[in-house]
C-alpha cells in the first residue's frame, strides 16, 4: 500500500520560497498524477498543481507564476516550490496521490506553512 | 474555471437518518472521452481528506456501502442511507475533468 510521507521548513518569511518535498514508499509512479494540495485554516481546499510519470506538469493559473512542481522516480519523490510568499500562503499544504482506481487516493500528512515576518 | 457549488452548507443529521448532499458545477463534467471525472471527499478534523467515490458513482476501497454517487453534466449527489457517527466532518466534491481542478466550498455534517 503506498504512503505519502512529506516534509519542509513551515515557518517562512515574506519573500521567501517555500520547498516541500513529498517521499512515496509502497507503490508506482506510472499511471498516476502526483499532486499538491493546500487548505488554509479554517477554510476549503484548493488544488495547486501536479506531476505526471512522464513529467508534464499543470498548474493553477492563479499560482503558475509562482511555483514549480517536479517529480524524481529515483529518488521516489515529487516535490514543490512556491517562490515570493504572502500572509495569503499560510495554509496547510498536502501532496496528493490522484488516480482513478478504487485505491489510488493517497495523501501525505500535511505541513502547516506560516509566513510572518 | 469551474466553478462547484455545494448545498447545504452545514448538514445536522439524526444517528440512522439518510443525508443527502447536492454539488453543482459550472460547465459540463464530462471529458472527451465521455468520462465524468467527479469526486467526492469527506475530512475529518486534524487529518487530511480521504476520497469516498471516484468517477460519480465508483466507491473507494474500504468505503462503506452506505455511501453512494449520483449525477451526470453538471449535477451531482452524495448519499449517505442511514448516518453513522463516524461520518462527521467536511464534504467536498471535486472535479478533475477540466484544468485546474477545483473544488466545493464544502458541507459540515454533524450530529443533532
Known amino acids: 500500500q503506498v504512503q505519502l510521507q512529506q516534509w519542509g521548513a513551515g515557518l517562512l518569511k515574506p519573500s521567501e520560497t517555500l520547498s516541500l518535498t513529498c517521499v512515496v514508499s509502497?507503490?508506482?509512479?506510472?499511471?498516476?498524477?502526483w499532486s499538491w494540495i493546500r487548505q488554509p485554516p479554517g477554510k476549503g481546499l484548493e488544488w495547486i498543481g501536479e506531476v505526471t510519470y512522464t513529467g508534464v506538469t499543470n498548474y493553477n493559473p492563479s499560482l503558475k507564476s509562482r511555483i514549480a512542481i517536479s517529480l524524481d522516480t529515483s529518488r521516489k519523490q515529487f516535490s514543490l516550490r512556491m517562490t515570493t510568499l504572502t500572509a495569503a500562503d499560510a495554509a496547510m499544504y498536502y501532496c496528493?496521490?490522484?488516480?482513478?482506481?478504487?485505491?489510488?487516493?493517497?495523501w501525505g500528512q500535511g505541513t502547516l506553512v506560516t509566513v510572518s515576518s | 474555471e469551474v466553478v462547484m457549488t455545494q448545498s447545504p452548507l452545514s448538514l445536522p443529521v439524526t444517528l440512522g437518518q439518510p443525508a443527502s448532499i447536492s454539488c453543482t458545477s459550472s460547465q459540463s463534467l464530462v471529458y472527451s472521452e465521455g468520462t465524468t471525472y467527479l469526486n467526492w471527499f469527506v475530512q475529518r478534523p486534524g487529518q487530511p481528506p480521504r476520497r469516498l467515490i471516484y468517477?460519480?458513482?465508483n466507491r473507494d476501497s474500504g468505503v462503506p456501502d452506505r455511501f453512494s454517487g449520483s449525477g451526470s453534466g453538471t449535477h451531482f449527489t452524495l448519499k449517505i442511507s442511514r448516518v453513522e457517527a463516524e461520518d462527521v466532518g467536511v464534504y467536498y466534491c471535486m472535479q478533475g475533468t477540466h484544468w485546474p481542478l477545483t473544488f466545493g466550498g464544502g458541507t459540515k455534517v454533524e450530529i443533532k
Open positions: 468517477k460519480v458513482s
Open positions: 496528493w496521490r490522484r488516480g482513478y482506481d478504487p485505491s489510488s487516493d493517497s
Open positions: 509502497g507503490g508506482s509512479f506510472r499511471g498516476y498524477y
